[in-house]
């Protein structure tokens, strides 16, 4: 079992900055892809970006150029930079992690809130 915990989400005006942060409760990025994903109010949860094992990421188009996922395999963390921060990036973000195994496995963090609003 691994468990994640996000941090570092709160309010911020539109432009600004936030780091998230989420760690999870053993080592297992080597094994792993990290992502985080967000829902904003009434919508799905949507894929915002994601790291693998061998630190290929992806990013939604949404995001591109204002997000950077990074990790810090010595603190078991996984980081999200975010800049320019817009009123539509508003949401939970959820941290995820799915194994890169044939035995697929899923764990998802209780989220943290971002506010963007002036």
């Known amino acids: 079992q691994v468990q994640l915990v996000e941090s570092g989400g709160g309010l911020v005006q539109p432009g600004g900055s936030l780091r998230l942060s989420c760690e999870a409760s053993?080592?297992?990025?080597?094994?792993?892809?990290m992502a985080w994903y967000r829902q904003a109010p009434g919508k799905e949860r949507e894929l915002v970006t994601q790291i693998t094992s061998g630190d290929a990421t992806e990013y939604s188009d949404t995001v591109k150029g204002r997000f950077a996922i990074s990790k810090n395999i010595a603190k078991n963390t996984v980081y999200l930079d975010m800049i320019n921060l817009r009123p539509e990036d508003t949401g939970i973000y959820f941290c995820?992690?799915?194994?890169?195994?044939?035995?697929?496995?899923?764990?998802w963090g209780q989220g943290t809130q971002v506010t963007v609003s002036s």
């Open positions: 053993r080592d297992i990025f080597h094994m792993y892809t």
């Open positions: 995820h992690a799915q194994s890169e195994r044939i035995k697929v496995v899923k764990y």
